[in-house]
């Protein structure tokens, strides 16, 4: 698939089959995140990728909706404060690869933090910053809502 097509084809799934994903995809999804670009290359994220099947109860104290957890595979990007814009870009190539397997994510930005660190162990100094589902999606894309390219963009000066 080319990339616009695949930014196209991307969307953010909030249904999710049981169906496990193949370990090769996983890998490679997780390949992509390791090879976006990060400031001076320094790499500072961590990626906490959980297997949900018996902890669905526990993740709802991360993210109360029944969809998050309905997906086989949690990941959480981690990193210390001055690194979150480095983590954005992480997860967009983490996502974009997903798409681009057949696999659905959503961007999660307002869980709860305290209860992530609880659960997954974050150490201190540490920040759980995005989460994502990572699965088949069980749903289908809506039409996307965007602001027209010229409500966005400036040219030589505002």
Not at 80 to 107: F, K, M, R, S
Not at 116 to 135: A, D, N, Q, V, Y
Request: some cysteine; glycine content about 6%; hydrophobic content about 45%.
């Amino acid at each position: 698939m080319d990339f616009m097509a695949l930014i196209k084809t991307r969307y953010s799934v909030r249904a999710y089959k049981h169906d496990p994903i193949e370990d090769e995809k996983l890998q490679q999804v997780l390949e992509a995140a390791r090879l976006a670009p990060t400031g001076a290359n320094r790499q500072g994220f961590q990626l906490v990728v959980v297997h949900t099947e018996g902890r669905e109860e526990e993740m709802k104290r991360i993210y109360p909706r029944d969809w998050f957890a309905q997906a086989p595979v949690l990941i959480c990007a981690v990193a210390p404060v001055d690194y979150q814009l480095n983590v954005g870009i992480v997860i967009d190539h983490l996502i974009l690869a997903a798409t681009e397997l057949g696999l659905g994510t959503c961007w999660i930005g307002a869980f709860d933090r305290e209860a992530t660190r609880e659960i997954l162990g974050i150490p201190e100094g540490m920040e759980p910053i995005i989460f994502t589902p990572l699965g088949y999606p069980a749903d289908a894309p809506r039409a996307k809502k965007r602001k027209a390219l010229e409500d966005l963009v400036r040219y030589e000066h505002w």
